[in-house]
């Protein structure tokens, strides 16, 4: 469906199978031409999916606005340089669309379960377009120029491609920029990337000078959060899982690495070794279920 054509969706619905009552829940699912309706085992999940459904459900009435302002960005050919390890023009073209629909329709986590309230934030949102345009020319530029400088300063540094930094920085941006970066990012995380590539920087030119007997300290407290990260995520998603509380976790985790190799850059939350403790306990009770 390209438009509201389905009724309201419930928080949940009962269904039967093999004689045994389960719970589901409703996710409005991307599927890019349009979107459609699922059940899905969790509600953490379905708020997930349905978010990605109505970004992609807002653009199509204003699909051409949105594609001419993302075609004239300032400095478009530089943001496709930038972005050309990932993908081409086009698919830069498609998520720029997105965020910038995300930006003007569900800037505020505003409640849309049903067609009155989608039409109603349809009309609010076309009036914030020029300033979701905005917002995200502000972002996008530093973020995607922050990659190409942290990609070159690792392309760009002594170490081997065995060092265990130099496949801890690979592991990292290789984590960072996904090929979907932009929309699976959270918003204020995105607008962190920046921060974080700095301290990539920042810890490469520091072993550039020798000082890889400090690097290597904070490498052995970094290594084990992302390990038990990185092992919990692929289990998860080999499930089809969706944890929020593993979402926090990872994201705490680039603080804490901001922490270590680049304190001078500061931190957008309090981290710690105990807190990310405290957080990896949340991750372990609710991996697997309901939220």
Known sequence: ?????????PRHVETQRSGVALRA?????????????????????AS??????????????VLR????????????SKLRLSFAPLGDGAELRDQLVLLMADRAFLFDGYKIADREAFITRQRAGVQRLDDAQREVQRVIGPVLEGAHYAR????????????????????????LLGPRFLLEAPWDRLASYPRYFTAIQRRLEKLSRGDEARDVQAFKEIAPHWNRFAKQARALRDQGG???????????IEEFRVSLF??????ADKVSRERLDRQWEKVSTVATTDA
Not at 1 to 9: A, Q
């Open 1 to 9: 469906s390209r438009d509201w054509s389905f009724g309201e969706l």
């Open 25 to 45: 829940y409703p996710a409005l699912v991307d599927e890019q031409t349009g979107v459609a309706l699922r059940l899905v085992d969790t509600r953490a999940k």
């Open 48 to 61: 997930r999916m349905t978010r990605d459904g109505l970004r992609r459900l807002f653009t199509f009435d």
């Open 65 to 76: 606005e949105l594609r001419y302002k993302a075609d004239h960005f300032p400095a478009i």
């Open 152 to 175: 070159l300063s690792l392309d760009q540094c002594r170490l081997p491609e065995s060092h265990y930094a130099a496949k801890d920085v690979r592991i990292q941006l290789d984590n």
């Open 242 to 252: 969706y944890d929020p509380e593993l979402i926090l976790y990872r994201w705490m």
């Open 262 to 267: 680049a304190q001078e850059l500061g931190t």
